[in-house]
């Protein structure tokens, strides 16, 4: 259950999800009933099909669904599996128990899947990528995530990043889940976004690859039609890795009602799961 | 000698560096924490609430009235932190926000009140405001395509309820934005004191911006299936965030959980 950490409303919502898939297969009634705009309808993102007309410029503004939206979404590139550590990054990689790679839930260190912590960057960019709103003001653009509700700020005022975040000083900066994010257009197109000063208690990726405060992410948003958005992602961080490491390729789709799923999290949820069926089913003695 | 010069070096040294330091006194505060602009506000742009904003300071909030039996029953299931006045057993709490649960809409405006320190930036999506606040980092949707709020949620055919609920909004005048808001999930507490509010509930946001650097927020409720009249849940200043920056301030569950089992239960103040 990937989306353990989200109200149980939202699980019904899943459960909405895979019924509208099924109908919006066979043409059923289903796609006759009104539609309310309050809510979201996989089944017409997914009939939004083609570029849908030329890219804006220089505008990525809107609500895109990502991968898990049931909108036909896929996922280019994942995360490198197995990159190049340093003997510092194994060690920390080995310390971080995923799990998914052999390792059962009661088993995992994962502080999202064990407390519903946030994922924090880069990691809430590659993992639950459901959907996403863009807004831009002047000097920044946001990025308003639907997987735990969180958002990102990217400064677009020519601002240098931070440097410091150890030590004492006025230039000095504390690590921050989100990390402090810089952007620019390299052309009509192309929106290139670098991070640093990611709190390094969070993975980079679901598989547990960690980071240090001094990793520096770049974010590649590319803007191919009216109905498509890329995302590429790579990781240089010299401490733990001897080279930059790809943290995949993710793309998006225009939604023309705007509207998705709530995500919300609920950690007091998240402990009822792991108390009452996640723990007891992962201990040894459970039945497989 | 030698130490005596040593000395006055240093003392030199550190007038030098408070010297360059910007010397801040009580007049350069609105209010704790929160910077007054170098210079007088200007007018109100038109149709523009665009921008960081902290509060809400001069909060005066009426009295809740008083509740329907349904509103008691829920309330009376509930202990909040720290209030000995409504629970036999001192320190009881089950406010889910000790946790880290969200804390919902409009309880999210209200915990801004801790200091005044809370922020919150407006900004705008196709056919939409939104809203992104600094406690939680979490953001919220307000639609501006004059759609009409859902009749009814968590029915067939129907929204699911939501902690931050389904909101509309419009321009009732170029310096009054008014939202409305439905559809609430009912497990987020009403307030610190765990007071009710139902998913049917109806509230009501009142943005007037009075000049460049003020934004007053009042906040009405109407919810008769656990009060018996509508009343002002918050009134507040909102100010203009010199520097326009906000702090990263998320809840953290499993720092609150260790708080809460480490210090929280070993000190007698019970926690759920």
């Not at chain 2, 704790?32 to 609430?49: F, I, Q, S």
């Not at chain 2, 301030?249 to 019970?270: H, M």
Request: proline fraction near 8%; hydrophobic fraction near 35%; include cysteine.
């Amino acid at each position: 259950m990937r989306n353990r950490c989200t109200s149980v409303v939202a699980g019904v919502a899943g459960v909405l999800l895979l019924s509208g898939l099924a109908f919006g297969q066979g043409g059923t009634p289903q796609n006759t009933a009104p539609r309310s705009p309050w809510k979201y309808y996989p089944e017409d993102a997914r009939a939004n099909e083609g570029p849908g007309g030329p890219a804006p410029v220089r505008d990525m503004s809107g609500t895109w669904a990502g991968e898990s939206s049931g909108a036909g979404v896929k996922r280019l590139v994942p995360p490198e599996r197995n990159p190049a550590f340093t003997p510092l990054g194994k060690e920390m990689f080995d310390k971080n128990k995923a799990e998914g790679t052999g390792v059962l839930i009661a088993q995992s260190n994962d502080p999202h899947v064990r407390y519903c912590d946030p994922f924090g960057f880069p990691r809430n960019m590659n993992d639950q990528i459901r959907s996403m709103t863009i807004a831009t003001l002047p000097t920044r653009t946001f990025v308003m995530l639907k997987f735990m509700n969180i958002w990102r700020e990217i400064w677009t005022d020519g601002r240098a990043l931070p440097t410091r975040f150890a030590g004492r000083g006025a230039d000095v900066h504390d690590p921050i889940y989100n990390g402090y994010s810089v952007g620019r257009w390299t052309d009509d197109y192309t929106f290139v976004v670098e991070t640093t000063g990611m709190a390094g208690e969070t993975w980079a990726t679901e598989g547990g690859l960690p980071h240090s405060v001094d990793a520096k992410v770049t974010e590649r948003f590319n803007r191919s039609s009216k109905n498509d958005l890329s995302l590429a992602m790579t990781m240089d961080d010299p401490k733990l890795y001897s080279k930059p490491v790809s943290l995949g390729e993710v793309n998006f789709r225009w939604i023309p009602s705007q509207t998705f799923f709530d995500f919300t999290y609920v950690p007091s949820s998240v402990q009822m799961y792991l108390k009452e069926m996640a723990d007891p089913a992962s201990s040894p003695g459970a039945a497989r | 000698m030698r130490p005596i010069v040593v000395a006055l070096v240093v003392l030199a040294g550190l007038a030098t560096v408070g010297d360059a330091q910007e010397r801040l006194t009580r007049e350069d505060f609105i209010v704790e924490g929160v910077r007054k602009m170098p210079n007088p506000p200007g007018p109100a742009p038109a149709r523009d609430l665009s921008g960081v904003w902290v509060g809400p300071q001069d909060e005066k909030d009426d009295p809740v009235p008083p509740m329907t039996p349904a509103g008691e029953a829920i309330f009376k299931e509930r202990h909040a932190y720290g209030d000995a006045t409504r629970t036999a057993d001192l320190g009881m709490s089950n406010d889910p926000f000790i946790t880290c649960d969200p804390l919902g809409f409009p309880r999210n405006l209200l915990a801004h009140a801790v200091s005044g320190r809370g922020r919150m930036i407006f900004a705008s999506a196709p056919g939409r405001l939104l809203i992104a606040y600094e406690q939680q980092r979490i953001w919220r949707e307000v639609w501006t395509d004059g759609r009409a709020l859902p009749k009814a949620v968590d029915v067939r055919g129907a929204p699911e309820s939501r902690y931050y609920g389904h909101s509309v909004g419009r321009w009732e005048n170029d310096n009054t934005f008014v939202i409305d808001t439905t559809g609430v999930d009912e497990r987020p507490w009403l307030n610190e004191e765990g007071h009710p509010r139902s998913s049917s509930a109806r509230i009501q946001e009142r943005y007037v911006r009075r000049d460049q650097y003020n934004l007053q927020l009042t906040v009405t409720i109407d919810d008769p299936k656990y009060y018996t009249k509508p009343w002002t849940f918050m009134r507040g200043n909102f100010y203009w965030v010199l520097g326009q920056e906000f702090a990263e301030t998320f809840c953290i569950p499993s720092e609150a959980i260790e708080y809460r089992d480490s210090l929280a239960r070993p000190s007698g103040i019970q926690a759920r």
